[in-house]
């Protein structure tokens, strides 16, 4: 018996999942910048830290809320909530949240979801010119100091263009710049894909063959007619013909002797 079967209630659990899934995994997308970096280097003022603050404890609020929904939706509450420890984790630290999307990734690789893997990656690509921004705004030696700037770099890196006007001088700036330049390969990698597979299926549409025009019968005209059915006739006279006995000789006829 799977898993789903033993922990779910009456469908209720399912029906839960598929509902909040995607909402969710793309909040865990969006707010990655907020939860991955410490909320010191999002500047001095108290009044910016506090808004992180509240910002990572409200995820982690509504991450323990679906938790608890989905353990009180399973037959065997504590057993589910124990063998999802992702889940738990994700409301003590947010960024394991982001584990989750691999399912939301997983079915962006499916045919027909190019616009949804699309809209994934320049999720990711946001993200990664934001975290870059808040690592190397201050750092020494940086040249990314706006956020515009590094939305420029995120860019030109995603597209695997690399002009090097700006660049990434800080360790967790060069980890995120490794990402991004891995999402941009693979974004090239799905849309030459699609294109290719587009192209094939349009060729085999044409090369199919249509369907076949059936041969015309030929005419009959009236005198072949009257010939055919002349023939019939005579066929069947000389068969009803062969077919009558023959009549028997009458006594005393011929050549007996007496």
């Given amino acids: 018996m799977a898993m789903n079967d033993v922990n779910d209630s009456e469908g209720r659990l399912a029906a839960y999942e598929a509902r ?7 909040l865990a997308l969006a707010t990655l910048w907020i939860t991955v970096v410490p909320p010191g280097d999002f500047g001095t003022t108290d009044g910016v830290r506090d808004i992180v603050l509240v910002a990572r404890l409200g995820l982690s609020v509504v991450y323990g809320i679906d938790m608890v929904i989905r353990s009180a939706l399973s037959r065997r509450h504590v057993h589910y909530a124990l063998t999802h420890p992702l889940g738990i984790v994700s409301v003590l630290w947010p960024p394991a949240r982001v584990i989750f999307s691999v399912r939301l990734v997983r079915t962006l690789f499916r045919r027909g979801h190019v616009e949804r893997f699309l809209l994934a990656a320049s999720m990711l690509v946001l993200d990664g010119a934001v975290i870059v921004y808040l690592f190397e705004r201050h750092a020494p030696k940086s040249n990314i100091h706006t956020l515009g700037e590094s939305v420029w770099w995120a860019l030109v890196t995603v597209t695997t263009v690399g002009y090097g006007d ?13 990402f991004i330049m891995g999402i941009g ?7 030459t894909a699609q294109v290719a597979s587009s192209f094939v299926t349009q060729g085999a549409g044409r090369a ?5 025009p059936e041969p015309d019968a030929p005419e009959v005209t009236l005198a072949e007619l009257d010939r055919r059915l002349a023939r019939i006739e005579d066929l069947l006279t000389a068969a009803t013909t062969s077919a009558l006995p023959r009549a ?3 006594p005393g006829s011929g050549d007996d002797s007496p």
Wanted: glycine residues 6%.
């Fill in 185 to 191: 390969l693979l974004t090239l990698a799905v849309i």
């Fill in 166 to 178: 700006f660049y990434p001088v800080t360790t967790p700036g060069r980890i995120t710049a490794c």
């Fill in 248 to 250: 028997a000789p009458e």
């Fill in 20 to 26: 909040t899934q995607t909402p969710l995994d793309l």
């Fill in 208 to 212: 199919r063959p249509g369907p076949q």
